[in-house]
């Protein structure tokens, strides 16, 4: 099993940055590529962003431009700098892994991936 700690989430105006960290533990062997994904009340899991071992990212066309993924091979570990946030980015961002290499179009679908973080909340206030 692999096991996250998330940070980073919190309450900001719109316009302002967060930075979200996620950190693997256990069998972080098995893992290729990782993510993050968000969930606001009332709505299903969305896709975020996703970058894999060999550093490819995949984004979806609202979140270009606005969020960078990054990850630390060395720490097993995955961020996600989004700028410019709006109200409609508030939700719970939930890190993900998978041990395959998701690429698009199957990488925005939650189902395709082996495991996921607790959750962090990002609140963005008008």
């Known amino acids: 099993q692999v096991q996250f700690v998330e940070s980073g989430g919190g309450l900001v105006h719109t316009g302002g940055s967060l930075r979200l960290s996620c950190a693997a533990s256990g069998r972080t062997f098995s893992i290729s590529a990782m993510g993050w994904f968000r969930q606001a009340p009332g709505k299903e899991r969305e896709y975020v962003a996703s970058?894999?071992?060999?550093?490819?990212?995949y984004y979806t066309e609202s979140n270009q431009g606005r969020f960078t993924i990054s990850r630390d091979n060395a720490k097993n570990a995955v961020y996600l700098q989004m700028s410019s946030l709006k109200p409609e980015d508030t939700a719970v961002y939930y890190c993900?892994?998978?041990?395959?290499?998701?690429?698009?179009?199957?990488?925005?679908?939650?189902?395709?991936?082996?495991?996921w973080g607790q959750g962090t909340q990002v609140t963005v206030s008008s």
């Open positions: 970058i894999n071992w060999s550093g490819n990212t």
């Open positions: 993900s892994a998978d041990s395959a290499a998701l690429r698009l179009p199957d990488a925005v679908r939650p189902s395709w991936w082996d495991y």
